[in-house]
Each structure stands twice: as structure tokens, then as C-alpha cells.
């Protein structure tokens, strides 16, 4: 899958909480098996060619197939830890079900400290996804806005502390 990343000026992250609304939904035109994937990358480096990343598969959270359902958000670190990598090595660890409307305004925050971050969605008190060991380890980065290109996505009121 090919992805956008939409770089965030001046942003220098090492660890903290990233948060924004967004809707994501596959383009008209999409192959039939899009989902709409649609995040945040962070510790950005080397002009996009490295990062972290959590990202929500919109259409899976609401799909009458349980597997599916279960790979409705997920972590990927790239390029060396792809979601295809990851899922055949720990199955069920970078990726979980989390309940999403394809159609409605999502709410995520990402918290990162260290090695470890956790997503979470819809102001959940607990989160959906949880990774204790972030691929680049403790590093510092970018700040960006991730799509995959078949998908058709919005952002709004990003924040970063």
C-alpha cells in the first residue's frame, strides 16, 4: 500500500501526546478491498523514509467479519516494520478492534514516551492499542499527517504537547 505523509513544519517530537479529529473513507474510484486507512506518523526522519506510525482502517471497525473487525487500528514503523512484517511475526500485537464510524469525525491521541505508546480513540479512557517497543526506540522526529493514497482523508484540530 502506498502512503501520503504530510509532513508538519518545525515540528520536533521526541515524546508527548499528539491528538486529532479525522474521517477517512476510500476514494471513489478505490479497488474494492480499501479501508481508509488514516493516522499520525511521528518521529518523522529523513524526509518521511523513517517513522512511526498509528492509523485506523475505518472501514473495518463496523465490518460483519470478526478478522477484520480486528484489525481496525494499527502500528506500523517503517520502512523496516511494516504492517505485513509485523502481523506474520506477533500476530494480534500491533493491531487491535477498536469501535470506528467510517463516517463520523474520530477523535485519536497518541501518547509516547520512550520505547512505548499507547493510541487512543474517541476520548476512551483506556487504550485500544498499546506498543512497548517502538521499532526506532527512543528517537525524535517530525510530527505527520498520515493517509494511505487510496483514501480520501481529513484533519482537523491537531495538537501537539
Known amino acids: 500500500m502506498a502512503r501520503v505523509l504530510a509532513i508538519v513544519n518545525a515540528s520536533d517530537f ?12 476510500p476514494r471513489q ?5 480499501s479501508r481508509g486507512f488514516i493516522g499520525v506518523a511521528f518521529r518523522v526522519q529523513d524526509h518521511g523514509s523513517r517513522y512511526e506510525a498509528f492509523y485506523l482502517r475505518m472501514t ?4 460483519d467479519d470478526q478478522l477484520r473487525r480486528n484489525h481496525s487500528a494499527q502500528y506500523v514503523s517503517q520502512p523496516e516494520f511494516p504492517w505485513n512484517r509485523l ?14 464510524d467510517p463516517e463520523a469525525w474520530t477523535k485519536i491521541k ?10 487512543y ?11 512497548n517497543d ?9 510530527i505527520a499527517l498520515w493517509s494511505g493514497s487510496d483514501t480520501e482523508a481529513y484533519f482537523s484540530n491537531l495538537t501537539i504537547r
Open 14 to 25: 521526541e515524546d508527548g501526546t499528539i491528538e486529532a479529529e479525522i474521517v477517512g473513507f
Open 29 to 33: 474510484g478505490a479497488k474494492p478491498g
Open 60 to 63: 473495518n471497525g463496523r465490518a
Open 87 to 100: 502481523r506474520h511475526e506477533s500476530p494480534g500485537v500491533y493491531e487491535s478492534y477498536v469501535d470506528i
Open 110 to 119: 497518541v501518547v509516547v514516551s520512550g520505547s512505548k505508546a499507547q493510541l
Open 121 to 131: 480513540v474517541n476520548g476512551a479512557d483506556r487504550p485500544c492499542l498499546i506498543v
Open 134 to 142: 517502538l521499532k526506532l526506540g527512543a528517537s525524535r522526529g517530525q
